[in-house]
């Protein structure tokens, strides 16, 4: 059961002006289910994304990176299939993911570099092109506005191993207009920072420069998808894309460092965050969302070693999924992060308010049924103090559960 988590409210989905979308069964690995999503953009729309970082990436992800890269062209659609990921198939998967790109530019009347294609699914399957280009007249046919039942229904289409549906939604005023911001995501495990086996869409109708989009998803990812880890797996297939469809009619943004720009990259990152949130409490086996913050480091980047160390950790993991305050376990993992010159004999350790370590040793009035009784909460939160400096990350993460190891061995049958 996903922990504190449930399937979002269509009329909490705010609609956003210049995009369709539309859902479709091509029964790419499964009959009688919704697994081709499409994604109809108003022309003039920008769009920028950020991808995985595994060098074994899928041939969508080849074929976005290279759309992209190609200026001659706005993006006009975007084509999402589940059950099937595409990777692991060479130039034939390459090939094909061409060809879904080609099939749906023909019928909508655009050129194939307009198209991204993105997959989710089976690794080292070949990607059932035929049954994808049969869908495509029943996918356009059912593109309607992006409202709220539009955006669940996306969401529902794009999940794998997901028990439920991801969505997140913020509006904010801007020179007497509203704009939205609504969002969808996929994913419940072989997830890690640097993106995961996680699909992630966010659009707005901000009227915003093409030229700030990139920087504002890669560091809405930073502090969001990248910032999460339930298995410590980096996908084939992550992909995060941020639409504007230019649509809202309020006064153009030309930098974030304007109040306007400020409002606009603080809500694409609180649904960013929602979102990224949602996939760790829906994590596979999931019974506990665990929050690790680490606080007084010299860097950020040494603050966020400890916070993986920790997060990433089976033995840390399973002690939470047992309720078991095994709290060397913890600093173990501190241990062996990579921090230069750590000096244990600073560290303090906390479980929400229980102060369980203190100068590299354990509290004096520390009792393992105070730790007990917090891990036994669905929500914890770990902190850790180097007492090095003032820097401070937080990740978050789930516990391991028996029902992990099943979902996972059982993936395929």
Known sequence: MPVNLAAPDPGQLHAIAGLR?????????????RDLVLFDLAPGSAVAGVFTANRFCAAPVQLCREHLADGASAVRALLINTGNANAGTGADGLQRARQTCQALAGLMHIEPGQVLPFSTGVIMETLPVDRIQAALPALIGALAPADGPA????????????????????????????????GIAKGAGMIRPNMATMLGFVAT?????????????????????????IDGDTSTNDSFMLLATQQAGHAPITTLDSAEGRALRDAVVAVS????QAIVRDGEGATKFISV????????AECRLAAYAIAHSPLVKTAFFASDPNLGRILAAVGYAGIDDLDQGLIDLFLDEVHVVRQGGRHPDYREEHGQRVMKQTEITVRVHLH??????QVWTCDFSHEYVTINADYRS
């Open 205 to 229: 109708d901000a009227v915003v420069a093409p030229g700030l989009l990139p920087g504002l998803v890669k560091e809405a990812a930073d502090l969001s998808f990248n910032r999460i880890t």
């Open 273 to 276: 965050q929602q979102l990224a």
């Open 293 to 300: 913050v680490v606080e007084g480091g010299r860097t950020e």
């Open 151 to 182: 955006w669940a229904g996306a969401a529902a289409g794009i999940m794998t191993t997901d028990t439920l549906p991801k969505a997140a939604s913020r509006q904010v005023q801007m020179g007497g207009r509203t704009v939205s911001v609504t």
């Open 388 to 393: 090095r400096g003032a820097a401070k990350t």
């Open 21 to 33: 979308i539309g859902t479709a069964m091509a029964g790419v690995r499964k009959a009688n289910r």
